[in-house]
């Protein structure tokens, strides 16, 4: 494929150093999230794929379920060396890799300390949160001093789902399939949904959160939450969600179509969409086959969707250069 096909900016592609890949084993994480192992990637062959579905650049990030599993000194050190090679590929190859920082939350002390290192130092496009840490909703206020330093910084935050905390499934059992086929998208709605009902967003205006996977649960719920969540959290009347949906940005990772694309643009900004692969764990053919559909999608404007989520991307990715 020839420089001039690459047309995509990929917001939501994972990266899985050797290192990390041990660190997962060493933890429990064989299978993460129930899934079937932890996939193959090498930078090579990252950038072999990128190629095969016209992605320019893609912004690498780290994926469920993190850095921190317990113990806030070890999480410190894995949150630093994966940005540390974060950094490295997008020196090497400065215009197909950016990266978004991971931090050791929820350890707020040397979460302050790895941004500024990540930014200053890494020179980080942004930072990524799982939709959870350890139990903990991204709308508590244990958070607040990391939002006061992303807002201070005109952040761009890439949220990524992980599997929902034992006190939001109860005493259920769990079903047998992987945990991103469902219990991502439900953990993604429902940090969302914590993070618009406490008003982080109001607070921290600077900040450009993307939320992934064309908005999970988000867009078919925003009138549920309106009234049910408005009411309790005292903005009755406000339309909160459906506020906040026209200010988030949302990538279109994984199966957008047919139904999860109309029910996104039916609540955001067209201009608010990006491009996402979530490669390696999703199968390269997998990715090839959605991307070749998602490119016959109609939105609003002149109706191209490639041409909207590339300068989307360009203009959210740039802005802090």
Not at 92 to 97: E, L
Not at 170 to 180: D, I, S, T, V
Not at 186 to 207: A, C, K, M, Q
Not at 239 to 266: C, I, K, T, W
Request: hydrophobic fraction near 40%.
């Amino acid at each position: 494929m020839s420089k001039t096909d690459l047309s995509k900016i990929d917001v939501h592609c994972h990266y899985i150093p050797d290192f990390y890949r041990d660190a997962l084993i060493a933890n429990g994480h064989s299978r993460p999230d129930g899934i079937w192992g932890i996939p193959e990637w090498s930078e090579e062959g990252a950038l072999a794929a990128m190629d095969k579905i016209g992605v320019a650049k893609a912004y690498l990030s780290i994926s469920s379920p993190g850095v921190h599993f317990g113990d806030d000194t070890a999480a410190r050190d894995l949150a630093r060396q994966v940005n540390e090679e974060g950094a490295r590929l997008a020196r090497t190859h400065r215009d197909r890799f950016g990266f978004f920082a991971s931090t050791p939350l929820p350890d707020i002390e040397g979460t302050l300390a790895e941004i500024a290192y990540a930014f200053d130092v890494l020179g980080a496009s942004g930072v990524v949160f799982e939709t959870n840490f350890d139990g903990m909703y991204l709308g508590n206020e244990h958070l607040e001093p990391v939002y006061a330093e992303l807002d201070r910084r005109n952040a761009v935050l890439f949220l990524h789902p992980t599997s929902p905390a034992a006190p939001c499934t109860g005493h259920a059992p769990e079903l047998p399939y992987p945990r991103p086929m469902l219990e991502f998208f439900f953990d993604t709605t429902r940090t969302v949904t914590d993070l618009v009902l406490s008003g982080v967003f109001e607070r921290y205006p600077n900040i450009e959160v993307i939320v992934p996977h064309a908005g999970a649960a988000l867009p078919i719920l925003a009138s549920r939450v309106d009234v049910i969540g408005a009411r309790m959290a005292g903005k009755e009347g406000q339309d909160p969600m459906r506020n906040a949906l026209r200010q988030l940005h949302f990538d279109l990772a994984g199966m957008p179509m047919p139904e999860l694309l109309p029910a996104l643009l039916s609540v955001a900004d067209p201009s608010h969409l990006h491009y996402g692969s979530d490669l390696p764990f999703t199968p390269l053919p997998e990715v090839e086959a959605w991307a070749e559909r998602l490119g016959s999608a109609s939105v609003p404007g002149d109706g191209d969707i490639r041409k909207l989520l590339l300068a989307n991307s360009e203009a959210l990715l740039s802005r802090n250069r």
